[in-house]
């Protein structure tokens, strides 16, 4: 398993849509982040950004993340949320939601 953190900004604007759309999520947009092997997935808000966390237990990220965006609904989801959002300043080409570096996990049960 491995957790990802991941950035982007929010237009302040849509900030309401956002929070509409994700209040009542797709059912099969939801079973398509299940079935590409993504558990735990939270999005949080503060000032502007939008925070991810989610745990990949899959073999192959890179497949599984093609596999969701050339699912037809997911692209419709993200004809809806797409417009909400906007890269961080400093996000790599390419990058929509730009990965973050773990700098500490602690597991339950671990002294």
Not at 18 to 25: F, I, M, R, S
């Amino acid at each position: 398993m491995r957790r990802y953190g991941q950035v982007i900004r929010v237009k302040p604007e849509f900030l309401e849509k956002y929070k509409e759309l994700h209040a009542n999520p797709w059912p099969e947009v939801n079973q398509m982040i299940r079935e590409c092997n993504i558990q735990n997935y939270s999005i949080y808000y503060r000032n502007g950004y939008l925070f991810s966390y989610f745990e990949y237990v899959g073999e192959d990220f890179e497949a599984d993340m093609k596999k969701m965006a050339a699912d037809p609904t997911t692209q419709r989801w993200w004809k809806e949320t797409d417009p909400c959002q906007y890269p961080i300043e400093d996000a790599r080409e390419g990058e929509w939601w730009a990965d973050m570096e773990e700098v500490y996990h602690l597991e339950r049960g671990e002294e």
